[in-house]
C-alpha cells in the first residue's frame, strides 16, 4: 500500500509518492500558469493518475493521498480558500477528490501546517517543539508549531504573516494580500520591480527589455548590481528580517527555518543578512530573555 503526496500552489504541482520511512520517489513538478478555478482541479486530477500508474508500475497500489493546499482548508465542509489561485474562493475539494477517486482516502491541510509538519519529521527542525517555517513562493505564510502541535487558530487562519502590516499608512494596494506579502512574496518582488522602475524614468537596467520579472531573474540582477534589483531586494530583506523579528517576539521559537520556491531559487543567500534585520530589532528584547532565563 503507497501512500503519495501533491503539494498545490498558486502556479504549480509538486507531486510523488514516499515510502514509509518518508523517502520521497518519482518527484515530479508541474505548472499551471494561466488555469483557473475547475482547469487547476483538472491538472490535479490529472496528476494524481499519473502517481498512481507510477506506483502500480512498482507492483504497489494507492490507498492514501496528502495534500496541501496554499490558503485554508475547512474541515466541516471539505471545500478550500486559496487567495492565489482565482475561482477557489470556495472551492469544494473534498468532494471533487471522492468523486473522482473513490478508492483513494484523502487528507487535506493548508500548505503552512504541512511543511511545519514535514520539517519536524524529516527536516531542520526534527526535535523541535516550538518552531516557525516562513514559506515564500507566490505567496508568503507561516507554519506555526507551539509546544508541539500545530497552531491554527479558531477560523484556520493563524499563520497568514502576508497580513502582517509592516508600513504606514496602509494602502488600498495591500487588499487582496496584505502588506507583508504584496512586497515580500515571489510575485510581491516582481510586482515592486515594476514600482521602482516607474519611479526611475532614466532606468535602462535589465528589467526595461519587457522579458517577464521573476525573483529569480531579480535575484541573478541583484548579484550584478542592477540598481532596481539592489533596492528592490533590500526592501524585501527589510520585510524578511521584520517578520522573523515579530514572530520570535510572539512565539519565541527554537527555529525559523524559510522554504518555498524563491528560497530553492537561491534566496538562501540573503539568510544572515535577514538574521542581521531581526537582531537589529530584537537586541533588547532577547537580552531581556536572556537575563530572565539566567536570573531564574
Known sequence: MAVIGLDLGGTKISSGFVSGEGGIR???KILFHGATGNKVFEVLKERIRMVCREVEDTGDKV???GISVPGIYYKTTGHVWAPNIPGWDDFPLMEKLQESFG?????IDNDRACYILGEVWKGKAQGCRDVIFI???????AGIMVNGEVLNGSNGIAGAIGWMALNKPYEEKYKSMGCNEYYASGEGIARYVREVIASKPDYSGAFVTGTPVTSLHIIQEYERGDEVAVAVMKNTIACWGMSVANLVSIFNPEKIIFGGGVFSNSACKFLEDIHAEAKDRLEACL???KDRVAGV
Open 26 to 28: 518519482c518527484y515530479n
Open 63 to 65: 490507498t492514501s493521498a
Open 103 to 107: 478508492e483513494i482516502r484523502f487528507f
Open 135 to 141: 514559506a515564500v513562493g507566490t505567496g508568503l505564510a
Open 287 to 289: 537580552k531581556v530573555y
